[in-house]
């Protein structure tokens, strides 16, 4: 019983350390997955151990060596959606954003449509001249900006001033015609060459999108189809992280992460869902039947307060057939206790 109170990973820990780093810093969260050590974790920064979950661990003193079994999280930091403009095709982006767990700011120089970006569920809005508002954001490797304003004139405002900035995308509303015209003027006025050549625009997925709405969708796919060619782990979600921070009443947790993929299982390697004693679920590791024997011997496994685990969910079988379980993939999941 003592053994197993040990292994619990104190998260909170985790996450401060996470947040201590440099924001620019290469960050990993290497997860032990042998017997012995099955949980135990080390955060590497850089190339550098920089927090351990037990200090005396042979595995966190030798993470780097990486000669036992592990399993790595690549963290990326917050995705930001920076949107320029407040119009008809801002308010789907908005809300879209908001569902794809991203951090969003809008940038809107009219009052009402600043008002119309707030209700949508926008976490921060500069209504303000745009110049302005992009002063004061920063950009990182995983900023995405999109200008989508009510004329040409302040698109090639903003697309000016981004250009200096560090980012994971850029994308511009516009005809090509409209579009050309305005990097030819920015080149002139000396913008770097190839950062305007990475522009995507007309912004978007091509799908053949008319209104707002279908606008919005090709943008935030077009924003999914960048983000997943970086091939980073999932990490930690706001909402898990927010569960995990606060007490909330809901008894034991336990943390079950996607380790191992094959197939065409409903979720990819990095996966996470937050499962408490009540049954209470934050995130999904797929859904149906699989979900479910997860959520099962998660609760068995606080019931008997036992150690982390890995159970393997195998939906190529003939009964998950029956079950209605087409996916046809399987998946290994760490099971893990938490403090």
Known sequence: MAEAKKR????????????????????????????????????????????????????????????????????????RLVICGGGHVSIPVIRMGQMIGCHVTVLEDRPKFADAARRAGADEVYCEPFKDGLQKIEGDADTYFIIVTRGHRYDEECLEEIVKKRHAYIGMIGSR???????????????????????????GLNIGAETPEEIAVAIIAEIIEVKNKKKRTYGFSKEIRKAIENDTGHGQKVLATI???????????????????????????????????????????????????????????????EEGMVCGGAVKVLLEPLA
């Not at 550098?48 to 993470?63: D, L, Y």
């Not at 979720?267 to 590791?285: H, R, W, Y």
């Not at 699989?290 to 307060?305: F, I, N, S, W, Y």
């Open 8 to 79: 619990k990973c104190d998260m909170r820990a985790l996450f401060a350390a996470i947040d201590a780093c440099d924001v620019d810093a290469t960050k990993q969260v290497v997860t032990s997955l042998s017997p012995e050590h099955l949980g135990e974790k080390c955060l590497v920064a850089d190339g550098e151990i920089v927090w351990t979950s037990h200090a005396e661990s042979e595995f966190c003193k030798n993470a780097l060596e990486k000669e036992e079994s592990c399993f790595c999280d690549t963290l990326g930091n917050e995705k």
């Open 177 to 203: 015609r409209r579009v050309a015209l305005v990097k030819e003027h920015l080149l002139e006025r000396g913008c770097d060459k190839n950062v305007l050549n990475e522009l995507y625009s007309p912004i």
């Open 259 to 321: 380790i191992e993929r094959k197939g065409s299982a409903p979720q990819g390697i990095g996966v996470k869902m937050l499962i408490f004693e009540d049954g209470t679920c934050v995130g999904t590791i797929g859904g149906g039947c699989m979900e479910a024997g997860v959520l099962e011997k998660a609760r068995l496994l606080m019931a008997m307060e036992g150690e982390a685990t890995i159970c393997s969910v195998d939906l190529m079988n003939a009964d998950a057939g």
